[in-house]
């Protein structure tokens, strides 16, 4: 994919460079995440950061579907997902995630992984489309992550272990993989995402990862591959998915479910106007009486 950063190919804005955080409208970004003042530059704060994030801003593809591609430019992810008060996938909310950090004075730089959800075996290698974040804590290593779209996963120190389970319950644990470097591996019952009722006390693979530096050439790929390949996930299906204080609630294709860890809900989406309703109300995503037509016949409709 030659060209320079910012040129337009097939609707999908290529990856500007990495850009100093001094331009970052840190208040601007905690007030969307809800929290009324920056957190403190600690795990602690981290953990804070990261749940607000992901209480607030929801997991989305709409503009796929809607033929706009996704642009990584830093000024273009800060007005959609902060200004427009939109949300994104991983190569967007993770880059959201690291200017964030750089403004709270946080050492961090992205990493790349293969999602290994819902596949078996390790023959067919998925390739390096989930963008994750890796900070320096007090000398330590650790990976938060806002963008993978499942249930809330707590900043992990980059050691082999298990995490203290989360409030609906899930577990997250780290595991070296003698092939693919790092796996973050997930156990806890399906009301906490998108999985199937037998997943409950099952550990399943999320992605893998290596540390190994990453280029904005490599994110561009990545985010080029995942928006533009016919039969991807996030080019064949509409999804939108958003965490809540005990529970999860997923939008994929004309079905929508909420479930936390007493009730489930599931429904089906029948018209333009109910899907455009479900994204205002349960997602906080408005959008105009065309753009609903056109997602709901994506959908499916």
């Known amino acids: 994919m030659p060209g320079n950063a910012g040129e337009v190919m097939s609707g999908v804005t290529k990856t500007a460079p990495m850009v100093d955080p001094a331009g970052f409208d840190l208040s601007a970004y905690l007030d969307r995440i809800g929290l009324d003042a920056p957190p403190p530059a600690s795990v602690e704060g981290l953990a804070r950061l990261v749940r607000a994030h992901r209480l607030s801003i929801p997991f ?3 503009d796929i579907p809607l033929g706009r591609g996704i642009s990584l430019d830093p000024d273009a992810v800060f007005d959609k997902l902060v200004q427009r008060r939109r949300g994104g996938y991983c190569f967007e909310q993770n ?29 067919d290698v998925p390739p390096l489309t989930h963008q994750l974040e890796l900070v320096t804590i007090d000398g330590d290593q650790w990976i938060i992550d806002v963008g993978f779209g499942g249930s809330l996963s707590p900043p992990m120190r ?6 203290e389970p989360e409030p609906d319950g899930t577990r997250f644990r780290l595991r070296q993989h003698d092939r693919f470097g790092w796996m973050l591996e997930r156990r806890g019952p399906p009301t906490s995402m998108d999985a199937p009722d037998e ?23 990545g985010n080029h591959w995942t928006s533009m390949r016919p039969g991807t996930l996030f ?22 479910r909420s479930r936390d860890p007493s009730n489930a809900h599931e429904g089906v989406i029948e018209s333009a106007t109910a899907l455009r309703d479900a994204l205002s109300t349960r997602f906080g995503i408005s959008l105009d009486e065309t753009e609903a037509r056109r997602l709901f016949q994506f959908a499916g409709g």
């Open 199 to 221: 997943a409950d006390a099952v550990w399943q693979r999320q992605y893998s990862f290596t540390t190994d530096p990453v280029h904005p050439a490599d994110m561009e790929l």
């Open 60 to 62: 989305e593809n709409l």
């Open 158 to 163: 980059l050691v082999e272990g298990e995490s």
């Open 235 to 256: 080019t064949s299906t509409l999804i939108v998915s958003r965490i809540t204080d005990n529970g999860f609630t997923v939008l994929m294709g004309n079905s929508i």
């Open 95 to 123: 880059a959201l995630l690291d200017r964030a950090v750089a403004a709270l004075g946080i050492e961090g730089r992205p990493l790349l992984g293969r999602v290994w959800f819902r596949l078996e075996g390790d023959e």
